[in-house]
């Protein structure tokens, strides 16, 4: 009698890469702070005073963090929160409408050797989804991976949760292991994210807003100089698993 045989269908390691974009695929030149500027300009607080740069320093300390959970901490109020918020994504798309807005060098193509592994890419951010979607088309990303994410899609909840990460997870099924996601980004906030979802790659890029140290005290497994070197550590790591 003839044996019947089943194809198995193997998935890779790290099958599933999660990166964040300001700062890691996408160099914004400065713009979070511009437009925080006139997001707390709408509610009254000067640019140049103790103030505005007390506020600027949680900004800069908390880079990867849902922009309106920044708010709430520094207005304390949530009627003054959701205006700062707003006039934050209105000021930063327009900034992204002007032109002001570039990959990082090398973003694109590190993404396209990631799906020609046989990854799959997902971008997410702290950013509101209208705001995400202007980065994209800006940037004629809006084709180049098949799922993007912001915190209103991962139930409201952005950096440090986990929760993007885990909805990226459960999204695309292209792991059937936490510990096969790799996350990828530029700041603290971005590595409590992926040591929190259980990734089993968590890496730092410093492009972005934080340094080394912070990076790995924040628990990055790996910390890169720039996006660009990710698609070839991923294949060491697979070739080594």
């Given amino acids: 009698m003839k044996a019947s045989t089943t194809k198995v269908t193997t998935v890779n390691a790290y099958n599933l890469v999660v990166l964040d974009m300001a700062g890691t695929t996408v ?13 707390a300009g709408r509610l009254g607080v000067e640019q140049g005073s103790a103030e505005h740069a007390t506020m ?17 901490h520094l207005f304390g ?8 918020n707003t006039a934050f994504e209105e000021a930063y798309a327009t900034l992204v409408d002007g032109g002001l ?14 799906k020609a592994q046989g990854r799959t890419v997902v971008l997410s951010t702290g950013f509101a989804r209208v705001t995400q979607d202007a980065i994209l088309k ?36 292209a792991v059937d292991s ?20 259980g990734a089993g790659v968590v890496a730092g ?17 790996h910390v890169l100089g720039s996006i660009a070197e990710l698609p070839d550590l991923m294949g060491e790591l697979e070739a080594g698993k």
């Fill in 205 to 221: 890029v410093l492009t972005g807003a934080h340094g080394n140290e912070a990076l790995a005290g924040a628990g990055a497994t």
């Fill in 138 to 173: 800006a940037l004629g990303w809006q084709d180049l991976v098949p799922l993007t994410l912001c915190p209103a899609d991962a139930g409201g909840r952005g950096r440090p949760y986990p929760d993007m990460v885990l909805s990226a997870f459960l999204r695309t099924g």
């Fill in 56 to 72: 600027l320093d949680y900004v800069r300390a908390t880079m990867g963090e849902s922009k309106i959970s920044v708010f709430r």
């Fill in 27 to 39: 160099a914004d030149g400065g713009l979070v702070e511009r437009a925080f500027a006139s997001a």
């Fill in 101 to 114: 807005i570039e990959p990082v060098p090398g973003a694109r193509e590190a993404i396209e050797q990631l």
């Fill in 178 to 197: 936490v510990r096969d996601i790799a996350v990828a980004g530029d700041t603290s906030y971005d590595m409590l994210s992926g040591v929190r979802s």
């Fill in 77 to 84: 109020d949530e009627a003054k929160a959701q205006t700062a």
